[in-house]
């Protein structure tokens, strides 16, 4: 049992919480339980998690996309149920979107690259200002499938697709997680032989292809499991809480 404070006040301190101009409301978004014994990891906040969260016996969520994008306008419909279900559970809801992304040990793109036994070693990804992602090379280039690959079992899911646009043989990596599309130019610009994201979106493939860059898009949800994951073997063993991972894939 530990008081939620100390868990924000920690996850604030570790994420630089208020480092980061992000539409998201990052940081405790729903207040509930003033003490906290499980605390529940998931990607996403919905009605489906929070569902789990509950049977779990979860007294605080933490996810990456969180319920509060810029503010809310009105209490009515989903936000409204949401926000009941949340409120009569009396559980917490603590939200880190690019904090998650770009932190140095437990971010989805540093977590990414070590998926494929790389360290982040240049900041890459520029948006809204901040570099949210990452550039890395092997020692030895490898072959576009076998990287595929080694995603499709790491990650665990068969969304992984390669777009061979450039290279076959690849030394330098760019990761951006999620919707990272906006970032192909930089790729392009800096001359990546490959660029790993979540989702490929119509307008990328077509930028890709013209810039001669070779992109895998290993699903947005897949590529954001990382963070939450390797945030949550850090708060159970500085707090000696129970902890639980809520698995909840879109296939997108």
Same mark, same amino acid.
């Given at each position: 049992?530990?008081?939620?404070?100390? %868990?924000?006040?920690?996850?604030?301190?570790?994420?630089?919480?208020?480092?980061?101009?992000?539409?998201?409301?990052? *940081?405790?978004?729903?207040?509930?339980?003033?003490?906290?014994?499980?605390?529940?990891?998931?990607?996403?906040?919905?009605?489906?998690?929070?569902?789990?969260?509950?049977?779990?016996?979860?007294?605080?969520?933490?996810?990456?996309?969180?319920?509060?994008?810029? *503010?809310?306008?009105?209490?009515?419909?989903?936000?409204?149920?949401?926000?009941?279900?949340?409120?009569?559970?009396?559980?917490? &809801?603590?939200?880190?979107? &690019?904090?998650?992304?770009?932190?140095?040990?437990?971010?989805?793109?540093?977590?990414?690259?070590?998926?494929?036994?790389?360290?982040?070693?240049?900041?890459?990804?520029? =948006?809204?200002?901040?570099s949210i992602g990452?550039?890395?090379?092997?020692?030895?280039?490898?072959?576009?499938?076998? %990287?595929?690959?080694?995603?499709v079992e790491k990650?665990?899911?068969?969304?992984?697709?390669?777009?061979?646009?450039?290279?076959?043989?690849?030394?330098?990596?760019?990761?951006?997680? *999620?919707?990272?599309?906006?970032?192909?130019?930089?790729?392009?610009?800096?001359?990546?032989?490959?660029?790993?994201?979540?989702?490929?979106?119509?307008?990328?493939?077509?930028?890709?292809?013209?810039g001669r860059l070779?992109?895998?898009?290993?699903?947005? =949800?897949?590529?954001?499991?990382?963070?939450?994951?390797?945030?949550?073997? %850090?708060?159970?063993?500085?707090?000696? %809480?129970?902890?639980?991972?809520?698995?909840?894939?879109?296939? &997108?």
């Amino acid at each position: 049992m530990v008081e939620r404070e100390k %868990v924000v006040a920690f996850l604030d301190e570790y994420l630089s919480i208020n480092s980061f101009p992000d539409k998201s409301r990052n *940081g405790l978004q729903v207040e509930g339980k003033e003490e906290v014994e499980k605390i529940a990891f998931a990607v996403d906040a919905c009605m489906d998690t929070f569902v789990k969260a509950r049977a779990l016996g979860a007294d605080m969520l933490i996810v990456h996309h969180g319920l509060i994008w810029g *503010g809310i306008e009105y209490v009515r419909g989903l936000v409204q149920k949401r926000l009941k279900f949340l409120l009569e559970n009396e559980m917490n &809801l603590y939200a880190a979107h &690019l904090p998650l992304d770009v932190h140095l040990e437990v971010g989805n793109n540093a977590q990414l690259l070590k998926l494929l036994g790389l360290e982040p070693e240049e900041p890459f990804g520029e =948006y809204n200002g901040i570099s949210i992602g990452y550039i890395s090379e092997f020692e030895k280039p490898k072959p576009l499938p076998l %990287v595929a690959q080694i995603l499709v079992e790491k990650l665990k899911t068969e969304y992984v697709k390669a777009y061979e646009f450039g290279v076959n043989e690849i030394k330098s990596v760019a990761v951006v997680s *999620g919707r990272g599309g906006f970032a192909i130019p930089e790729a392009i610009e800096r001359g990546v032989d490959l660029f790993i994201t979540g989702e490929f979106l119509h307008d990328d493939y077509h930028a890709a292809k013209e810039g001669r860059l070779t992109v895998i898009a290993a699903g947005h =949800y897949a590529t954001e499991t990382l963070g939450v994951k390797a945030l949550m073997s %850090v708060l159970r063993e500085k707090f000696e %809480v129970k902890t639980a991972f809520i698995d909840n894939p879109t296939g &997108l």
